[in-house]
C-alpha cells in the first residue's frame, strides 16, 4: 500500500513514495519547470519507476508547495506548512520550531506540544532572505551556489552588507571585492545578512527547542552556523532537507487513508498517458 | 564674460550622473551631466571643467559654488555642501513657484520632500532599502527587455493591458517578466506594468509626506514619460516636470549659492 507526496517549490519539484510501515520506499528531486505539469509526471514517474510500483497502484496521492493546484493527478492538495510540519516531526518528533529556507520564499512554522502547526511567518514579498538572494550573488561572484557554505567556513570573518535589497546588495559585493575583500569573506557576510533577517521574522513566533532547518538554505553548511550564531543554540537539519515537504505530503495522504478516506475524484485519464 | 555680472555654480554628485549647471541672477548659463563612474573626485572636475568651458570661464570667475548629492564629500574643490534634499526643494521651488511636493526617483533612490512656499523642507522620506520605487527596478527590466532606457517612456504609452506583477521585489518582478515573455506578453505592457509597481511605491512615500499640490517630478525618472503618467495617475493629480529633471538639484545648489545661504 503506497503512497505518494509531491512537493512542486520554485525551483525544485519532490516526490517522496512511502509504504504502509511509513517507510521510504523512493525520492526524486527534479528542477521546476515553466510547465509544471508536465515536470510533476517526470519525476513522480521517476519515483514510481525507483520503487518498482505502477501510477495506479499509489492508494493516495497528495500535492504541496506553490504549485499544488497544477497537479492533475493528486488525490488532495495540503499547503507545505501542514506539510513540512507533518514531515519534520516524522524525522525529529521533538521539533518546535521549523524554518524553512526556499528558492524563492522563507517561513517559520510554530508546532504545540501535540506536534500541531500553532502558528507561522512566512516572506514571499522580498527576495532577501530567501535561496532567491544568495543564487543572485553567487552569479555576480561567479561562485557555484551548492559551494557557498564550504567556501564561507574559510572566512575568520565576515563582510558586513548593509543593504537589505537584493539588487543594491550586488553592487554592494562588487564595490566589497574592489576594495580587497575576499570572496570568503562576502559569502560569510551574505549568510550573515539572511540568518539575520530570517531568524528575526521567525523571533515572532517565540523561538523554543528543538528548531529545525529545511529547504534547500539547510543544505548551506555556512547559513545554519549563522542562524546557529543568532538564535544561540545548535539547530537540527534533516538528512534531505529539500524532502520534507514532500515525505509530509505522503505521510499526510496515508493518514487520510487510513481514516477511511479515498480518492474522491477520477485520476484524470491525461495524466496517465503523459507517462509514455 | 562680463566683470559686473556674478558668476554661480551647483554641482551635483549623484550615484549613476554628476551634473554641474552655471547660473547667474537664477538664470542657467550652462550645464553639464556625466556618468559617474568609478571615480568621483575626477569626474566631477571633469564636469565642473565642462561646464566652465562651455561657459568661456575659469573657476576663478566663479562668485560662490555649492556641492551636493550623494558624493558631494567627494568634491575635489573646495565648496560648500548642502544636502540634496534642500537643493532639490530650492531648485524647484525656483522653477515652478507652486511647488509644493518634490519627488525625485534618482538611479538608485527614490524622495519625497514636502516643501514650503519659501521652498524651505518641510518633511522628507527617502527610499533606499528596496529597489522597486527607484530607477534600478527600470533598469533591471529594460535590461531583459532590451529596451533602452530612453526608450521606455515612449514604448509603453502604446500599452493596452499593463501586466500586473504578483510581486513588488525587483528581483522576483526579473523572473516574472522571464515568464510572462513567454506567455507572449507584450514589451509595452511589462513596461507600463513596472510603471504602475513604481508609482503605487512612490505613492505611498507621498502619502506619508501628506502631499500638497503642486507636485513636482525631477530625477531621471522624470525624463520617463510613462513613469510620469503613472504616479499622475495613482496620485491623481497633475505632475509638473523641469525641462531637465535631471538637473533641479544642480540647479539648486546655484541658487542656494547665489543667495549665499
Not at chain 1, 563582510?159 to 570568503?184: D, Q, Y
Amino acid at each position: 500500500m503506497p503512497f505518494a507526496g509531491i512537493d512542486i517549490g520554485s525551483t525544485m519539484t519532490k516526490v517522496v513514495i512511502v509504504d504502509r510501515k511509513e517507510t521510504i520506499l523512493a525520492s526524486v528531486i527534479g528542477p521546476t519547470g515553466v510547465e509544471h505539469r508536465h515536470l510533476a509526471l517526470k519525476v513522480m514517474d521517476e519515483a514510481i519507476g525507483q520503487c518498482g510500483l505502477t501510477f495506479e497502484a499509489l492508494d493516495f496521492i497528495v500535492a504541496t508547495g506553490y504549485g499544488r493546484i497544477n497537479v492533475p493527478f493528486a488525490d488532495k492538495q495540503i499547503t507545505e506548512i501542514t506539510c513540512h510540519a507533518r514531515g519534520i516531526r516524522a524525522i525529529f518528533p521533538t521539533v518546535r520550531i521549523i524554518i524553512d529556507i526556499g528558492g524563492q520564499d522563507s517561513k517559520g512554522i510554530k508546532l504545540d506540544t501535540g506536534g500541531k502547526v500553532a502558528n507561522f511567518v512566512m516572506n514571499d514579498k522580498c527576495a532577501a532572505g530567501t535561496g532567491r538572494f544568495l543564487e543572485v550573488i553567487a552569479e555576480t561572484l561567479g561562485v557555484k551556489l551548492a559551494d557557498m557554505g564550504k567556501i564561507s567556513l574559510a572566512a575568520r570573518e565576515y563582510v558586513k552588507i548593509s543593504n537589505t535589497c537584493t539588487v543594491f546588495a550586488e553592487h554592494e559585493v562588487t564595490s566589497r571585492l574592489a576594495e580587497g575583500a575576499t570572496i570568503p569573506e562576502i559569502v560569510a557576510g551574505l549568510h550573515e545578512s539572511i540568518a539575520g533577517r530570517v531568524v528575526n521574522m521567525v523571533r515572532h513566533l517565540g523561538i523554543e527547542k528543538d528548531v529545525v532547518v529545511t529547504g534547500g538554505g539547510a543544505k548551506n553548511i555556512g547559513l545554519v552556523k549563522a542562524m546557529e550564531g543568532k538564535i544561540g543554540f545548535p539547530v537540527l537539519v534533516p538528512p534531505e532537507p529539500f524532502l520534507t515537504g514532500a515525505l509530509g505530503a505522503a505521510l499526510l495522504g496515508k493518514g487520510f487513508f487510513d481514516r477511511g478516506m479515498i480518492r474522491d475524484h477520477e485520476r484524470r485519464l491525461e495524466s496517465v498517458t503523459f507517462f509514455k | 564674460m562680463n566683470d559686473h555680472i556674478k558668476y554661480y555654480a551647483g554641482i551635483d554628485i549623484g550615484s549613476v550622473s554628476i551634473k554641474a549647471v552655471l547660473i547667474s541672477s537664477q538664470r542657467i548659463i550652462a550645464s553639464e551631466i556625466m556618468a559617474s563612474g568609478g571615480n568621483y573626485r575626477d569626474a566631477a572636475q571633469k564636469v565642473l571643467d565642462g561646464v566652465l568651458s562651455k561657459a568661456g570661464m575659469n573657476a576663478e570667475g566663479l562668485s560662490g559654488m555649492v556641492v551636493t548629492g550623494l558624493g558631494a564629500e567627494n568634491a575635489p574643490f573646495r565648496a560648500r555642501q548642502v544636502s540634496d534634499i534642500s537643493c532639490q526643494a530650492r531648485g524647484c521651488r525656483c522653477l515652478f513657484s507652486s511647488a509644493r511636493t518634490v519627488i525625485d526617483i534618482g538611479g538608485q533612490f527614490t524622495k519625497v520632500a514636502r516643501i514650503t512656499a519659501k521652498g524651505r523642507v518641510a518633511d522628507f522620506l527617502m527610499s533606499e532599502k528596496c529597489a522597486t520605487g527607484s530607477g534600478r527596478f527600470l533598469q533591471v527590466i529594460a535590461r531583459i527587455l532590451r529596451v533602452k532606457l530612453e526608450e521606455i517612456g515612449p514604448l509603453s504609452l502604446k500599452s493596452q493591458s499593463p501586466v500586473e506583477f504578483s510581486t513588488n521585489c525587483a528581483v522576483f518582478a526579473e523572473s516574472e517578466t522571464v515568464s510572462r515573455i513567454a506567455e507572449g506578453a507584450r514589451v509595452e505592457d511589462i513596461l507600463a506594468g513596472v510603471h504602475r509597481a513604481m508609482a503605487s511605491k512612490v505613492a505611498l512615500l507621498v502619502k506619508r509626506v501628506k502631499m500638497e499640490s503642486d507636485v513636482v517630478l525631477t530625477g531621471g525618472g522624470g525624463e520617463d514619460v510613462g513613469l510620469v503618467l503613472a504616479v499622475s495617475k495613482v496620485l491623481g493629480v497633475k505632475v509638473l516636470v523641469p525641462e531637465q529633471p535631471r538637473l533641479s538639484a544642480a540647479f539648486g545648489a546655484a541658487c542656494l549659492a547665489e543667495e549665499g545661504i
